[in-house]
C-alpha cells in the first residue's frame, strides 16, 4: 500500500505538485492504475494542495479519466457517425461477446474494459478503438474476437497492433509512431501539404521585424481554419498590444469534431511546419511559452512529436535566439487532453490545459487579453499555424492569389462515409460540394453533412454551394450518407454526442440538448405531434440565443437542418391527426409492470408475449 | 471561470430599455442595472450583502437567465461589461419568453415539487415561474433520479430541487480557498457534490451562508430551516422584481 502511495506521489512530484498540471498528473495515474480512485483524489488533493471535490470535479469531467478500474486493456470503441453508417454495431456486439463484457463494463477478472467514445479521428479508416491509447483501425467482427484473444493471452498492445495491421504510410511507419493510422491523402494542396523545406520560414521571419511579419499574415488575408474563420492577424494584432509581462501561443489540436481528422494527418506530416508556425506567431507577437493541446485520442503521436520539438530545438529552431536572432526565445511543450469535444473551444482549452475542467470561460476577457494562466494568448488551428509558416515563406501574394476574395487559401477537408476514396484532400477555397463528391467518388448521396454535427446538413440541392466563409463554412469535415442509411439515426447520434459532450455548466445548453436528443427519439418511435416539431424549433432559437458557447449555439443544427432539408423524414413518421400527443401505455408502465412482476398491461400484449416465449 | 468583478471609477452612459443610466467602467451591465433599480433577473449571479455574507459580486454565468441584446446582439448581463452608449434591451417580449423558457427547462430537468418544499415563498425558481407566469412547463419531464445527501451532521442537500447554479461552488471555499462544493461529470449526468471532509467540518455561518445563497431548497440546514413562517417570506407578497431595486440586493446596496 504505502509503495502504491509513493508511485502516486512521484507522479504528481514530477509535475513539481503543480495545480496546473493536474490534467498531466491525472493522465498518468489513469495510465498506471487504469483509474482514479477515490482515495488517489484524497491524496492528490493533499499534495497539490487542492479540495476533494476541487480534483474529483476534474476527474469526471474528462472521458478518459475514471474513479473505478477500466480493465488492463481498456478499448474504447469509436461510436461515431461514420463508425455507425460502417458496422460498428456488428464489431460491438463481437468485442461484447468474446470477451464477456457488456459495453460500459469491465470483465470479471478486471483484464478487459470495453467502452465508446465519440468519434477518435478515423472517420476514413473505420471501424476504430482505442486499446490503451493504441489505435486500432479497419475492424471486423472477426478482428475484434481475434485482438479479444490476444488480450486473453496477454499480449503487449504493440504486439497486437503488428499482428493485427502493417503499418500506415508516412512517418506513421517511424519508430516513434509505428501505428496502422493511414494517411490517406488524397490531394496534396500547396499549402499545408505542398512542398515545405524544415527552417526556411523561420529563418526568413528571423531577419524581418515583428510588425513586417504581422502585416504580410494581414496581406495574406488567412483567417482561422478551424470554422469560426477569425482574421487571424488581427488576432495577433489583439495579443501583441495586451499588458502582459509574458504571452503564450497554443496550437488547438483538439479536433474533436466528429468526421474531422486532418489534423491528425499535419501532425503526421507537417508538424515542423506547425511548429515554426507557432514560432512565427510567437515572434510577431513577443511571446515566449508555447504549448500544443493535443487531443486524448492522439496520444500515439506525442512520443513523435516530442522527438520533432528535441530536433527542432538542437537546429536552433526553438529555444534561446532561435535562428540566430538575439532574444528571440520560444518553446512548445505537449499539453495532452483527457477526452472532451468542447476542449476545442478555446477558452475551454485554456481551462483545461491548466488543469480544470474544460468548460467555456465567461468572455470578456477574451484569450488575446488573458489566456493560458493569464497570459495574453493567442489560440489558432493547426491548419492556421501551418498555413501562417509558408504565407512567411512563399509571399502573402502566393497566398491570397489562392481561394477566394474573403477566403484566400486552401483548405484541407476531411472526407469520409459513403464515397470510394476516403481522406484527406487539400484544396481551394470555393470549390464547390459537387466537385469534392466527384473527386472523392461519391455517387448520388442522401445526405452531406458538411463541418461535423455543428455544422449543415445539405440534400441533393447542394451541389453548388462553395466551401468558404462566404459560403459554407467548415473546419473541414466532409460525411456522406448514402441513401441505405436511416438519416435521422445519424441524427440521433449526433444528438447523444452533444447531450454528452456539452459541459453541463450553462443550463440552456445542459437541459436543451438532452431535450432534443429525446424529442427527436420519441419522433423516431412514432409517438411524435406536430407541436413536437413547433417545440423543438422553439428551443432551438431559445439554445441560440441564450447559451454561453459554440456547443450550445451549434448543438440543434442537426435537428434545424434536417427539419428544413429533409422535412420528408419526419413529416413520415408523424401521424396525420396527431394533434394530441401519441402515448405508448406499454413503454410507460414497464418500470410499474417490472416491479409488481406483470408482463404486460394489456390482455392482448400479454397473450402475444405468452406465444412467443 | 470569472468568479468575482472588480470596478473602476470612470463614469460612463448607455441605456437599458430607453432609459439613459450612468455606470462604471468595469461593471457588468447587471450591476449597472442593479445600481439604477432596473430589474434583470438572475438565478446563478448574486450581488454581495450583508446578509448574505459575500465578500464580493459573483457571477458564474451559468443560468443565463439574464439574457439582454446588447447593441441588437444576446449577451448574459451578468459577465457582460457595460461599456459607453450601449444600447441594452431587457424587458421585451422576446426576452422573458426566452426566461420563461428556461425556467420552464430548470422545472422538467430537475423535481420541483414547491408545496412541499421548505424553500416555498423565498425561492428564486418559484418566484421566477409566477413571474413569468409558468403555468404547465411546455417540455416534458425528465424524472430525473437525484440523490439526497444528507451526512453531513449540518447540512442537508437536496439534489432533486438543485439548478446547478454554482452558487456554493464558488461562495463556500475554506479560507485558503478549497471549495466545499464541485460540479461533477458533464452533461445530462451534471451535477453538485461536496467535499464530506470539509462539509463534515463546516462551520455555522458558513452553513447558514450556503443555505441563504441557493436560490431554491437545494441546500438546508439542519435542525434550523428558515426562521420566517410561509405566508410571511419574500416574495409571498412581493412579486420577484416588483421592487424599484433589485432583489438580489435587496435595496440593501452599498
Known sequence: MSEHIAAISDIAAKYDNDPNRLLDILIDVQAQERCVTDDVTRQLAQQVGLSWADIHQTVSFYHFLSETPRGEYTIYLNNGPVAIMQGYEEVAAAFSEAAGCSIDSVTEDGRIGLFVTADIGMGDQEIAALINRVVFTCLTPEKARALVKDMQEGLSVQDMARKHREYGDGNNSLPAIHSMVRNNIQKAGPVCLGPYEVGVALRKCATQSPEDILSQIKASKLRGRGGAGFPTAMKWEFCAKAQGPERCVVANADEGEPGTFKDRVLLTERAELLFEGMAICAYAVGATTGSLYLRGEYTYLREYLEQVLEQMRADNLLGKDIAGKAGFDFDIRVQLGAGSYVCGEESALLESAEGKRGEPRNRPPFPAQSGYRAMPTVIDNVETLASAAQIIDKGADWFSNMGTEESTGTKVLSISGDCDRPGIYEVEFGITIGELLDMAGARDPQAVQVGGPSGHCLNADARDTMISFEGCSSAGAIIIIGKQHDLLAIIDNFMEFFTDESCGSCGPCRSGTWMLRNTLRRIRQGQGTREDLTSMRQLSEVMKKTTKCGLGHTAPHPILNTMDNFPHLYEALIPEQSDIRVFDLEASIKAANAAVGRTSASKETREKEEEQL | ?254
Open chain 2, 1 to 254: 471561470m470569472s468568479e468575482t468583478i472588480e470596478t473602476s471609477s470612470e463614469t460612463i452612459t448607455l441605456t437599458i430599455d430607453g432609459q439613459e443610466i450612468q455606470a462604471k467602467t468595469g461593471q457588468t451591465i447587471l450591476q449597472a442595472a442593479c445600481e439604477n433599480g432596473i430589474y434583470i433577473p438572475t438565478l446563478c449571479a448574486l450581488h454581495a450583502d450583508k446578509e448574505n455574507g459575500l465578500k464580493s459580486d459573483i457571477a458564474p454565468g451559468t443560468c443565463r437567465i439574464c439574457t439582454v441584446r446588447v447593441n441588437g446582439r444576446t449577451m448574459a448581463a451578468c459577465t457582460t461589461p457595460v461599456a459607453q452608449d450601449y444600447i441594452v434591451e431587457n424587458d421585451t417580449e422576446e426576452l422573458n419568453d426566452l426566461r420563461k423558457t428556461i425556467v420552464e427547462l430548470l422545472f422538467v430537468e430537475g423535481n420541483h415539487f414547491c408545496p412541499s418544499c421548505e424553500k416555498s415563498g423565498s425561492c428564486d425558481l418559484q418566484a421566477l415561474a409566477y413571474r413569468y407566469q409558468m403555468l404547465s412547463p411546455r417540455f416534458r419531464y425528465a424524472f430525473s433520479s437525484r440523490e439526497v445527501n444528507a451526512e453531513s451532521p449540518k447540512l442537508l442537500f437536496d439534489r432533486n430541487r438543485c439548478i446547478l447554479c454554482r452558487r456554493c461552488v464558488l461562495a463556500i471555499t475554506t479560507e485558503d480557498g478549497k471549495q466545499l462544493f464541485g460540479f461533477t461529470k458533464r452533461g445530462d449526468k451534471s451535477g453538485i457534490i461536496m467535499d464530506e471532509e470539509l462539509v463534515k467540518n463546516i462551520s455555522e455561518e458558513q452553513a447558514q451562508q450556503a443555505m441563504h445563497i441557493c436560490p431554491v431548497g437545494a441546500i438546508i440546514r439542519k435542525e434550523k430551516g428558515f426562521d420566517t413562517p410561509f405566508g410571511q417570506r419574500k416574495y409571498d407578497h412581493n412579486p420577484i422584481g416588483s421592487e424599484t431595486v433589485c432583489t438580489t440586493c435587496n435595496g440593501e446596496k452599498s
